[in-house]
């Protein structure tokens, strides 16, 4: 399956554009804010029916345009196929296989399989199971028919049982018919979750196949992670306990040198002293300088001495 060629017309940024693709890897290159996304969008919406930026009908269409079109040829199994989506702003899309006007976007799903990667993709992660569970239909629907027709009736199911619920508290009567729809929603529920569990499954395993290609495995990676930890910390540790002499900025700071040391320095003079002594001379000065001594917030004991 290739995409041969791609003409828009009043999408986005582009007022008229026709490129030829290249049946090998095909890249865009330019500055920020030319269009290179709005390509790949473009190919996108037309073989999915959705942007994959959330985008409504008419933000899509170029500022001071009435409608958007999009055409795609597509080669498959040695044939070509065209693809026309009409977009506008406020009727619903126009899609057109071959020439043949379809009656539901469902019909537009297996023509060409896309994977679009893009920042938002992280959505999946970050935000609520509904985008995860998004993800799967939309996958599965470009690989399974069977799939978007149970996806859709329960959809309507759903929509009329939930409408059911609320005419329930005017009409009583109506409550009987709620079991109907309940079997229906877990018939139709059942399916789906039939179909997204063995999704999972073959998407686990050739993540496992392609684990082993590479040759790590995640235990691997992640006793090199902790190692990597426990080295840093060593490291900073023996910085902690290392000589370090801070001065002639008017505060004269001494760092902690060993077990009992400390060496700071003092009008550009080094001085060492033990802590006893600081201990000693912290409780008898009473002379020309004011001395000060304290633990940072590393922990580390220091002597400042300023001048009164």
Not at 36 to 50: G, H, M, Q, R
Not at 59 to 73: C, N, Q, T, V, Y
Not at 157 to 170: H, P, T, Y
Not at 199 to 210: A, G, P, S
Request: charged share 35%; hydrophobic share 30%; glycine share 8%.
């Amino acid at each position: 399956m290739i995409i041969e060629s791609l003409e828009l017309k009043d999408y986005r940024n582009y007022e008229n554009l026709d490129i030829k693709l290249s049946s090998g890897v095909n890249i865009f290159y330019g500055d920020n804010a030319q269009g290179k996304t709005n390509i790949l969008e473009s190919i996108y919406l037309a073989t999915t029916s959705k942007s994959h930026r959330g985008s409504k009908d008419k933000d899509i269409i170029r500022f001071g345009a009435g409608e958007s079109h999009i055409k795609l040829m597509i080669k498959k199994m040695d044939a070509s196929v065209r693809l026309d989506m009409h977009i506008k702003k406020n009727k619903a899309k126009g899609v057109a296989i071959n020439g043949i006007p379809i009656r539901k976007l469902s019909e537009l799903f297996g023509t060409c399989n896309v994977v679009f990667f893009s920042p938002e993709d992280l959505n999946i992660i970050k935000r609520s199971p509904k985008e995860r569970r998004n993800f799967v239909d939309m996958e599965l629907c470009q690989l399974n028919k069977v799939y978007v027709s149970a996806l859709v009736t329960y959809n309507k199911v759903l929509d009329q049982r939930n409408k059911l619920l609320k005419e329930i508290g005017f009409k009583s009567g109506l409550e009987d018919t709620l079991d109907i729809w309940d079997m229906q929603l877990v018939k139709y529920g059942k399916d789906l979750i039939a179909y997204r569990e063995a999704f999972i499954k073959e998407l686990n395993d050739r993540l496992r196949v392609n684990k082993e290609e590479v040759g790590i495995s995640l235990e691997e990676l992640d006793r090199g992670l902790q190692q990597g930890e426990d080295n840093e910390s060593s490291d900073t540790n023996s910085e902690r306990e290392a000589v370090q002499v801070s001065g002639g900025d008017g505060n004269n700071k001494g760092r902690k040198t060993g077990d009992d040391a400390i060496k700071f320095n003092l009008d550009g003079q080094e001085v060492t002293m033990s802590k006893t002594d600081v201990e000693k001379d912290k409780e008898m000065s009473k002379g020309a300088f004011l001395k000060s001594y304290d633990v940072n917030d590393n922990n580390e004991e220091y002597v400042e001495y300023k001048e009164n």
